[in-house]
């Protein structure tokens, strides 16, 4: 087969050129359409029982992680300069096309009881810029008495205040939302330039535009260093500017088609797919210099460049193929996760790796035919001395020292398994940000400050209407008793709720004393609720957190970045004391919002990349059967990929590199591109055994001659590629980089070292079988 596509391209160079620039144009356009995805990662399923609550929960009281917090800690934050200049500030960022609302100290609202329409009426603090500091201490003085307040928007005891700005969900969701922040920033920059105060930005619409900011910068670093470290070491290699020229360039044209494929999809750019470009660059690169090598080494020997490049083709294709798919495979059991993220990145990168193989299956043949026979210079890194040296001390290893090579394989793996065992399966919604990061220690202000910005649900259906009122409104008493449980826990900021707002309006009935901010006995609940402003009414403030019938109702609060583990021992201790306040039979109560999805997506991932891997490990067993039909040799073989896999963990282990959906993904990917090197040295093998009539011995000499030199190439591509993402801003992706590359360089000594003598062992085994078979044969005789 491969033989007559040689033929067929040779000879419709022009036509398989032209075909696939034509079709790079249309799928240019397409990429040049592509856009950043501003959503909240999907990463659960839809199916998910988790995912379905936190959506029936956003349907029925909107979106949770729409709220952007700023703040600053300052004792003598009542002066009138700079309350006045915060008022201003207030107002001008609550003009700004796409906030919804904000929340002040000077924007606060107090509740008012007009006996003549009997109701309550939300009337602002202020209603008018205070002239001098007396007026402000006046405010001051009734702010104190707010209780409502106390904790949410001011911290009494630090001086620390805050701003909570509402994103309307048209914004939060687009583009929009990152000129809004930056829009913020200019103003409140200003501010603390003035009054010499370092100002924090937190809260999910902030830290999710920061996110994306730094991928979007990353994306075009990462493709300018992966062109620009493959471009040198390709120069190093063959001394040919143009043929470095050409080589990026169609690597490059794979890169246009993975990116255009993620438009035809419908897809984004995620904190994943945004990797796609130069991870393509990386891996596409060694395809080349197989090609080139292959080429180079059959022109030294005949100098017929069309005898050259059919070999090439015939031999190195197939090699390529199997290759590729093995990687390939690597990204596309990502399919298997089920999370639309995952997915989405895996589908588009396997792909991607396919396509790109092909591509530079056609467009380098046609290379080197238009470009000029290869001279001396030009060759002369296939004699490799040094590298050729090293070759002959593994093959002469592998010859005579096997013993020695298990032995050692045996205690460095021994070792990585101890390292394992040290692994924590930790993640934090900020995990992948240097702890330097602004966005880092902004979170631990507010932390701080006010407990924390991350939202923490709590969702009461009652099942019947009017149920959060009804029974001398005995649920309202149950989400009291179920607030003072939280309270006992350091991670929970104050609750807003709707018996928040009872006791708010409890203490405007009372006159305004802060003793009276409390749930009233049932005789004071009934005569407030003659005042039906309280509850309904077309500019309820209630609205957000009891629906229509008041049948469900919810409490909202605000948490720590504490940790997947820590989320889940909370969830495990608090649910038995919701379920003994509300009885799930009467009650249906569900614990929601971003904390919760998040510990969930974590312990989704972790769970499902594993998953993936197994699926994997078999895939790529299949694909080696295309080269052996024995068990063993397949089931052996994959010993040098899994070992590196193993080493990288331990020292992840050792290193104190916590298991997260990004660092996990790591053994994927690795797993795939390793494998590559199996399959290389396994086609190899496979052909020198015929060669040589079977003797073993010689063929693997041959193979490590003949494979080493591109692997080592190969793996000194791969490792300075991937170690671009060393850079990243994001431990993750820099974990991911530094990780990736060690695994690789592990495997290439898995692949060049254990490997053969795997091989040799197994050729040994058997070579004596049957001479056992023949002497036991002649003694029958």
């Not at 419709?12 to 050129?17: A, D, E, G, R």
């Not at 031999?315 to 290759?323: N, R």
């Not at 919760?596 to 499902?608: E, G, I, P, R």
Request: charged letters at 20%; proline letters at 3%; a positive charge.
């Amino acid at each position: 087969m491969w033989r007559k596509f040689s033929g067929l391209l040779l000879r419709n160079k022009l036509v398989f050129t032209l075909t696939v620039v034509l079709a790079t144009v249309y799928i240019g356009y397409q990429a040049s359409k592509m856009e950043l995805s501003y959503e909240f990662a999907k990463i659960l399923p839809e199916n998910d029982p988790t995912f379905i609550e936190y959506q029936n929960f956003k349907k029925q009281f909107g979106e949770d992680g729409n709220v952007m917090v700023l703040g600053f800690e300052d004792k003598n934050f009542f002066t009138l300069n700079k309350f006045n200049d915060w008022y201003h500030l207030s107002k001008a960022i609550k003009i700004i096309n796409g906030i919804k609302e904000v929340l002040s100290v000077p924007t606060a609202y107090k509740l008012k009881l007009n006996d003549s329409l009997s109701k309550f009426e939300f009337v602002p603090l202020i209603t008018k810029i205070p002239r001098t500091q007396l007026d402000v201490d006046s405010i001051k003085m009734e702010v104190e008495k707010l209780k409502f307040y106390e904790g949410i928007i001011y911290n009494k005891e630090t001086g620390a205040t805050l701003m909570a700005i509402t994103f309307n969900n048209t914004s939060l969701n687009s583009k929009r939302r990152l000129d809004i922040v930056k829009e913020i920033k200019t103003l409140t920059e200003s501010f603390g330039e003035k009054h010499n105060l370092q100002l924090h930005y937190s809260g999910m619409p902030y830290i999710r535009s920061q996110m994306m900011e730094k991928i979007s910068h990353e994306m075009t670093l990462f493709l300018v260093l992966a062109i620009l470290i493959t471009g040198l070491i390709l120069w190093l290699f063959f001394r040919s500017g143009i043929t470095v020229f050409f080589s990026l360039l169609i690597v490059a044209i794979g890169v246009v088609w993975s990116v255009g494929i993620l438009e035809l999809y419908g897809y984004k750019i995620t904190v994943l797919t945004g990797l796609l470009a130069p991870l393509i660059m990386v891996i596409g690169v060694p395809n080349c210099i197989f090609l080139i090598n292959k080429y180079q080494g059959e022109f030294i020997l005949h100098g017929n460049k069309i005898k050259a490049l059919s070999r090439m083709i015939e031999t190195i294709g197939v090699t390529l193929f199997l290759a590729n798919v093995t990687t390939a495979i690597g990204f596309g059991v990502l399919y298997f996760t089920k999370s639309s993220m995952l997915v989405e990145f895996g589908v588009v990168a396997a792909i991607g790796v396919m396509v790109t193989y092909f591509i530079t299956l056609v467009l380098v043949p046609v290379m080197l035919y238009l470009l000029p026979e290869p001279k001396a210079k030009h060759t002369k890194h296939l004699e490799g001395k040094r590298i050729t040296k090293i070759l002959s001390v593994i093959d002469n290893l592998v010859q005579t020292r096997r013993k020695a090579i298990y032995i050692t394989t045996i205690i460095v793996t021994a070792l990585g398994v101890i390292g394992m065992f040290k692994i924590s399966f930790i993640g934090y919604v900020v995990d992948d940000l240097p702890k330097k990061d602004p966005v880092y220690t902004d979170l631990h202000f507010f932390e701080s400050a006010f407990k924390g910005v991350l939202p923490f649900e709590i969702s009461i259906d009652t099942k019947k209407e009017n149920g959060v009122f009804a029974q001398s409104a005995k649920v309202l008493y149950k989400m009291k008793a179920l607030q003072g449980i939280f309270a006992g826990y350091k991670e929970f900021s104050k609750p807003v709720s709707v018996v928040e707002a009872i006791k708010f309006s409890y203490q405007s009935y009372k006159g305004g004393d802060p003793k009276y901010y409390r749930l009233p006995s049932i005789d004071d609940l009934k005569t407030l609720s003659d005042y039906s402003g309280t509850l309904s009414g077309q500019n309820n403030k209630l609205k957000l957190f009891i629906d229509s019938a008041k049948s469900i109702t919810r409490i909202s609060f605000q948490m720590a970045d504490i940790g997947s583990k820590r989320i889940k021992e909370l969830v495990a201790e608090i649910r038995p004391k919701v379920d003994s306040i509300f009885n799930p039979k009467e009650y249906e109560v569900h614990m929601t919002g971003h904390s919760l999805v998040f510990l969930k997506s974590n312990d989704y991932l972790l769970y499902n990349l594993m998953e993936s891997l197994i699926i994997e490990i078999l895939l790529i067993a299949i694909v080696g059967m295309a080269l052996f039909r024995s068990v063993r040799i397949i089931i052996l073989s994959k010993l040098p990929c899994l070992i590196p896999l193993i080493i990288t963990a331990g020292v992840m282990g050792f290193l104190d590199i916590r298991f997260k959906p990004s660092t996990i993904l790591i053994f994927s990917i690795a797993f795939g591109i390793s494998s590559d090197g199996t399959i290389y040295f396994l086609t190899k093998y496979r052909q020198e055994l015929r060669k040589k009539g079977g003797d073993a011995f010689k063929a693997i000499s041959e193979a490590i001659k003949d494979t080493g030199l591109s692997m080592v190439y190969t793996s000194i591509i791969l490792f300075f590629g991937f170690s671009i993402f060393s850079v990243s801003s994001f431990g993750g992706t820099a974990a991911l980089g530094v990780l990736i590359s060690l695994t690789l360089i592990m495997s290439l000594i898995t692949n060049l070292v254990l490997l053969p003598a795997i091989l040799l062992s197994i050729a040994n085994k058997q070579h004596n079988k049957e001479i056992m078979k023949q002497s036991i044969i002649e003694v029958e005789e």
